[in-house]
């Protein structure tokens, strides 16, 4: 019988990544600054996790200027 951890996805062995998805399970949507605060993470640390899930469509990111 198999490790059922081994069968996690290995797109979310990140501490930021499980942060995100957590935040949006509770909050419809987040703006960037938001997000960045309540994971404490630097913008670009951010950006980069976001770019992950939205290339595996766990997330939709819509930019704009507020």
Request: no cysteine; hydrophobic share 40%; glycine share 4%.
């Amino acid at each position: 019988m198999r490790n059922p951890i081994e069968q996690l996805n290995k797109l979310f062995d990140s501490r930021v990544r499980i942060g995100i998805m957590s935040a949006l399970m509770v909050n419809e949507s987040l703006n960037f600054n938001d997000l960045k605060a309540l994971i404490d993470v630097t913008d670009g640390n951010l950006a980069s996790h976001l770019k992950s899930l939205e290339e595996n469509s766990y997330i939709k990111v819509q930019k704009g200027f507020i």
